[in-house]
Structures are given as structure tokens and as C-alpha cells.
């Protein structure tokens, strides 16, 4: 079966303001964001990609439009299963008062229980994913054969929820996993197990520099900003 790219999107200003972005309309790559967009058809030169799936959701489109435009024969669909999390009535808000929320204790160590009010649960979310997974697996080896490469360019929590589930790993433990913006995540897929290939590589050790201020031990929803 294929082997999947799993692509977080570029650090977004939603990213840099501590919001919860969810499905709020305009968000959109920051400068640095941008840069890391640029740069994603280098680092995937050497492989012959597919297919290029995304979230409709205007950060992934804006991440994968260097690669679709410096490969134009590339085709590229759009798949509401791996958009963000349904945030619900916590979409938009910031990051820093949503801790203080009664739900985020069950958010960080009991996500399977977790559902945002207005919105989905955690569970629901990992297994639209992980649905939509397996039918381009499915497609991509029928169209362009078992050893395929194809982009799936996807959000934070998305992307954690899938190697929780490629690893076998219960969904309580996907918030100890961390993908950085625009970091490349390969699982190859076979027909018995999935095999880890690379985890939130972004070939960049800045963001293991101490930082200025202590980091906290929740992980951050929907994913955090990676280095300065």
C-alpha cells in the first residue's frame, strides 16, 4: 500500500496570536509561514508524489501551492475529513484563557472523552480522519500502484491523532505526540500494519532550544507556533 506524507501547515497568525483557529475563515500563513510553504517542493524533491490531498481550509491550500505550482501536472483534491477539529463555541477563542477551562484537564489527559461543546469530539475527529486515510490509500494504490507516494497536507491535532492510530496507540496518549507547522510526518502502509517512517520532521533543531519562558507540560491544542 502507499506511503503517505502527512504535511501540518505552515505557521499560521493564528499560530502567532494564541487563537484557537478551528474553522474560522481567513486565517492565513504568516510571513514565516510563507517561508516554509517556499520552501516544501526542495525538501520534497527527490519524491514522486501522486497525488496532493488537502484540508479546504485556506492555510493547507496556501502551504501546498508552491509544490502545485513548481510541479503543475500534480493533481490536488480537497477532503473535509482531514480539516481541523470542530471546535466549537472554543473556536476563535485564546489559547491562554481556554486552559483555565474545566474541559481542558479531560482535553490533555483523557482526549477520548473530550467533545467541545458546539463542536465534535476528539473521537469522532480521529476517526473521520482515519477513515478518509484508508480510502486514499485504497485509491492511490489503485491508480498509481502499492509503492505510491501522495501529500495529505492536514492540521495539529489531525495529524497526532493519525500516527496515534497508525502506532496503535489509544487516543488518550496522541497529546504526548508533536508535529510542528509545516513539519513532514511519513507513515508507509502495508496490508497487515502501518510503519512510523518519520515524525514532525522539519529538519530544523531550533524549536529544542531552551526558550525564555518555562514551557508548560499540557500540549497545546490544535498545535503550537514551533520555533521563534
Given at each position: 500500500?502507499p ?8 505557521r ?10 478551528g ?21 520534497l ?8 490531498v ?5 492555510r ?7 509544490l502545485?505550482q513548481?510541479?503543475?501536472?500534480l ?14 463555541d ?5 489559547l ?10 479531560v482535553?490533555?489527559a483523557?482526549p477520548s472523552?473530550?467533545?467541545f ?6 473521537r ?42 497508525a502506532l ?7 497529546q504526548r505526540?508533536?508535529?510542528e ?6 507513515i508507509?502502509y502495508?496490508?497487515l ?5 518519520r515524525l ?15 514551557q ?10 514551533g520555533?521563534?
Amino acid at each position: 500500500m502507499p506511503t503517505l506524507l502527512l504535511v501540518r501547515h505552515g505557521r499560521s497568525t493564528a499560530n502567532t496570536e494564541g487563537l484557537l483557529a478551528g474553522w474560522t475563515p481567513g486565517v492565513h500563513l504568516d510571513d514565516r509561514g510563507a517561508a516554509q510553504a517556499a520552501a516544501l517542493p526542495g525538501r520534497l524533491a527527490p519524491l514522486p508524489l501522486a497525488e496532493v490531498v488537502t484540508s479546504p481550509l485556506d492555510r493547507c491550500r496556501e502551504t501546498v501551492a508552491p509544490l502545485l505550482q513548481a510541479r503543475p501536472g500534480l493533481t490536488h483534491h480537497t477532503d473535509e475529513r482531514v480539516g481541523e477539529c470542530h471546535y466549537g463555541d472554543w473556536t476563535g477563542r485564546k489559547l491562554a484563557e481556554l486552559k483555565d477551562e474545566t474541559l481542558m484537564e479531560v482535553v490533555q489527559a483523557h482526549p477520548s472523552a473530550a467533545a467541545f461543546p458546539g463542536g465534535e469530539s476528539m473521537r469522532a475527529m480521529q476517526t473521520r480522519a482515519a477513515e478518509a486515510v484508508r480510502e486514499w490509500n485504497a485509491r492511490v494504490e489503485r491508480d498509481h500502484g502499492p509503492d505510491a507516494v501522495y501529500l495529505m497536507c492536514s492540521h495539529g491535532d489531525i495529524i497526532k491523532s493519525l500516527v496515534a492510530d497508525a502506532l496503535g496507540l489509544h487516543l488518550d496518549l496522541f497529546q504526548r505526540i508533536s508535529v510542528e507547522p509545516c513539519s513532514i510526518t511519513a507513515i508507509r502502509y502495508t496490508r497487515l500494519r502501518p510503519f512510523l517512517l518519520r515524525l514532525g520532521d522539519t529538519g530544523d533543531f531550533a524549536s529544542l532550544a531552551p526558550r525564555e519562558e518555562p514551557q508548560a507540560g499540557d500540549a497545546t491544542v490544535g498545535g503550537d507556533a514551533g520555533a521563534p
